[in-house]
């Protein structure tokens, strides 16, 4: 490891930076290294912004990874070289779309199509409590609470803790997948014996989810958080208060989880069309022009 490479995980250390964000920051100063094949500390202006242009016109990233690499350059200049450089970028305004949410019938279908025991569990963990993939890798046996039927969230987005639901369906097979495998330290460890104490890589439950959702047919929702996104729809569409799912899913602004209001369809058939509202009875008075 190079004293510019220790410097800088010592400063991102010191800033309580997470592991994720530690490791976007190396990712953008190695790509930038391995780019011009010379020491990030020799880098200048010009070329930072001819390393943004490859990155958007050569390989097509998006403009939101353009600018996590900036911000890991950005870093390094400041914290590591001691020499800010100010280099003008523009991720531009982020299209919101609308979640894809499964239906209660195509959950079921997925779960029910991971035959493994433990990758049903988080499956059917994943979607029970709306959990985000790294919340359900870091999930641990003390954190099932089955005396208030609640899972406690620790180390949560925005690094906070927060209270989700128990399933009463899921603590039954919890119960069952413990006495079984006696899991140590985190409910869903790794299946590599030399990281059986550590937890489950992000690809690994990418790779589980995508695997049951191809083999129960189901076409829409690639990515594993379809499964939260569809806990709070189907929990909006049970008519259970929107404050209520914000809790649940730790969501810092209600404005967050007021978009699966957009995609309830319960809720939207519950409108009628201004077509609809029509009065398209014939006026009863009597027109004087008629004869």
């Known amino acids: 490891m190079t004293q510019l490479r220790k410097k800088m995980i010592r400063a991102m250390e010191l800033r309580n930076l997470s592991h994720h964000t530690q490791k976007s920051y190396l990712s953008a100063v190695t790509g930038f290294a391995r780019f011009y094949n010379q020491s990030p500390d020799k880098m200048t202006k010009k070329q930072i912004e001819d390393y943004l242009l490859y990155l958007i016109k050569d390989k097509g990233n998006a403009p939101n990874s ?5 911000t890991g350059l950005r870093f390094f200049c400041k914290y590591v070289i001691e020499k800010e450089i100010p280099v003008i970028y523009s991720s531009g305004k982020k299209p919101r779309k609308l979640p894809t949410v499964l239906t209660n019938q195509e959950v079921w279908k997925i779960i029910c199509a991971a035959e493994n025991l433990k990758h ?14 790294g919340e359900v890798a870091r999930l641990k046996p ?26 009463v369906m899921l603590l039954v097979e919890l119960r069952q997948y413990y006495r079984k495998n006696r899991p140590e330290v985190y409910l869903f460890p790794s299946t590599f014996k030399k990281r059986k104490h550590c937890p489950l890589a992000y690809e ?4 589980i989810y995508n695997n049951a959702r191809k083999k129960a047919k189901v076409k829409k929702g690639e990515g594993l958080h379809t499964l939260r996104h569809s806990f709070a729809t189907h929990l909006l569409e049970a008519g259970y208060d929107i404050r209520k799912i914000q809790v649940l899913m730790g969501h810092a602004r209600l404005t967050t989880t ?19 509202l029509i009065d398209r009875k014939e006026d009863s008075t009597d027109d004087p022009n008629k004869t």
């Open 204 to 207: 690994s439950l990418r790779e």
């Open 66 to 70: 353009c600018h996590s690499s900036l």
């Open 120 to 133: 049903r569990l988080i499956l059917m963990t994943t979607y029970s409590a709306g959990l985000r993939a």
């Open 258 to 276: 007021m978009i699966y209001l957009h995609v309830s369809r319960k809720t939207l058939s519950k409108i009628l069309s201004p077509l609809d």
């Open 142 to 167: 003390e954190h099932i609470d089955s005396k208030r039927m609640l899972i406690k969230i620790v180390d949560g987005k925005g690094r906070k803790d927060r209270y989700t639901l128990l399933s």
